[in-house]
């Protein structure tokens, strides 16, 4: 009997130290799953709200010019009447390109080229540096708008994103310059393309597509010896012509130079931001170079305008002012070759801000060194990235430019892109377009509705017309989003190499290095 009520002492108190466990435990769960709790809520909150984007202000201004329908919050691009625009179009652009390219050509005035006080200070208002977790933000004090430059290389992009760029950015910079190569960046020859006579030259060049006083100009560049450094500095080597043509174009000190690739696009809002608002890396009067670059991040769009990325920003293109821009800026603080890796390439480490504080650089001298077309590209100094504050990102860190990666008008530009530039793939021409790279595995994914859960980055989840956000012009034409996404569908479709492989079935990828493993060396 006794021991009977000592076992059963026992059993309760062993019950009731199970349920104190259980309590222990039950808390322990809900404080280690607080974070993740919250980091999942963010991260559906960014796929289902886009987290890049900020809705366009409903200004007099917007409204007049760009008309009052509304689709998703986005303020339409419409035309009234018929196309201006009646000569010969690219005939590999489909339907979808004619509308935009018409739509970009169309002869129209600078919507907003009136400089309204108070919708600068609104606009300047809303851009901001962000550093040691405290937000910097601009002001307007009523400057004239700054002169603004842009140069990119060019070569087989397609005329979806070149049309794209030309609308965002219609009569606002002063001079485009374009530099073209016979050779990609491996060397393998190419055909030039934007020659004195072609369609292409006419439509990019001599058309006003990107605005009725902009002048572009565009320049051949030829190199038929060998580059020491290889694909980087061929590319350094076109860049640096850039600069000059921005100088044959008239850019002083005082004006601003923006970078790009042409997949790449400061977004309007931002572009009228740098022209008007008083930041301090575009003041000729007080910048010393010391930190000059102003970084932009911006949304990423995957092959088609239906795939935007919602897990990643690209931090181009990039924007520095006259005075510290070699050819631009005072000679006298021009680094020589010896103070560079090499001609036309980056800075050495101790001419640097991030790497060696400027600790190779003459303390006497007032100002840091000019920036080369690769310092330019590649961070090699100090710089700055500035956001838009937006409400629906917890750092309300938004972007301020757009980046059309992967976009193409065939699979055999695509796979040629991969085979010849940048980071080569020597047999591209024999995968499926998902084989090649995990961003296209991601843009077929997202085109095919694919399941893409394996991949590391997502892409929205609903139509882009869903969104609230700031997009880019182009895309509110109506109806040419899904029209061109469903159009990249039939071109994979018909693609003969098919899509039964994957980027997981590349043998450098991580799965497919894992299972190109030899069984017997696994392991159990």
Not at 266 to 271: A, G, H, I, K, N
Not at 281 to 303: H, I, L, R, Y
Not at 335 to 349: I, M, N, S, V, Y
């Amino acid at each position: 009997m006794s021991g009977g009520g000592a076992a059963l002492g026992r059993m309760r108190r062993r019950s009731t130290f199970s349920f104190n466990e259980k309590i222990l435990g039950l808390a322990i769960l809900l404080i280690t799953a607080v974070p993740f709790i919250l980091h999942q809520h963010i991260v559906r909150d960014e796929v289902h709200h886009h987290p890049y984007h900020r809705p366009p202000q409903n200004s007099k201004v917007v409204n007049r010019n760009f008309g009052s329908a509304k689709s998703g919050g986005h303020l339409r691009y419409s035309i009234d009447g018929e196309y201006t625009y009646d000569g010969d179009l690219p005939a590999d652009i489909g339907e979808t390109g004619r509308t935009l390219l018409l739509s970009a050509l169309q002869k129209r005035p600078v919507w907003d080229q009136e400089l309204v006080p108070e919708l600068e200070k609104e606009r300047c208002d809303r851009y901001f540096v962000y550093q040691n977790y405290d937000s910097n933000t601009t002001t307007y004090k009523g400057r004239k708008r700054r002169r603004v430059f842009m140069g990119s290389l060019i070569a087989d992009d397609s005329w979806h994103t070149l049309a794209t760029i030309a609308m965002e950015t219609y009569g606002i910079y002063t001079a485009v310059a374009f530099v073209e190569s016979n050779r990609t960046q491996t060397g393998i020859p190419r055909k030039s393309r934007f020659v004195e006579g072609t369609l292409d030259h006419k439509l990019l060049v001599e058309s006003n597509l990107f605005g009725p006083e902009t002048e572009v100009l565009i320049e051949h560049f030829s190199h038929e010896e060998k580059v020491e450094g290889m694909g980087l500095i061929r590319e350094h080597m076109q860049r640096d012509r850039i600069l000059k043509l921005w100088k044959k174009a008239g850019m002083t000190p005082d004006d601003v130079g923006i970078l790009t690739d042409a997949d790449e696009t400061v977004s309007r809002d931002f572009l009228r931001a740098v022209q008007s608002c008083d930041f301090p890396q575009f003041d000729a009067e007080t910048e010393n170079c010391d930190t000059p670059k102003v970084a932009v991040a911006s949304m990423v769009f995957e092959g088609s305008p239906e795939c935007m990325t919602v897990t990643r920003k690209w931090m181009h293109p990039d924007i520095i002012l006259g005075k510290c821009i070699e050819g631009i800026g005072d000679d006298s603080f021009k680094l020589t070759d010896d103070e560079r890796h090499r001609p036309f390439a980056w800075r050495k480490p101790k001419f640097t801000k991030n790497k060696g504080n400027y600790s190779g650089w003459p303390k006497e001298k007032t100002t840091y060194p000019l920036w080369n077309a690769a310092d330019f590209r590649r961070d090699q100094g100090g710089f700055k990235f500035i956001f838009e504050d937006v409400s629906y990102l917890r750092f309300r860190m938004g972007h301020t430019g757009f980046h059309f990666h992967n976009f193409f008008d065939t699979t055999q530009q695509l796979r040629n892109k991969y085979r010849t530039y940048g980071h080569p793939v020597p047999l591209a021409d024999n995968m499926t377009i998902s084989e090649i790279h995990p961003d296209l595995d991601l843009f077929v994914d997202c085109v095919l509705n694919r399941n893409a859960t394996s991949n590391k980055h997502k892409t929205l989840t609903t139509r882009l017309e869903e969104f609230e956000g700031r997009i880019p012009i182009a895309y509110t034409i109506d109806g040419y989003s899904l029209a061109r996404h469903k159009e990249m569908g039939q071109i994979l479709l018909e693609d003969e190499l098919g899509h039964d492989k994957s980027w997981h079935d590349n043998p450098v990828s991580p799965v497919g290095k894992k299972n190109s493993v030899p069984l017997d060396e696994k392991g159990k």
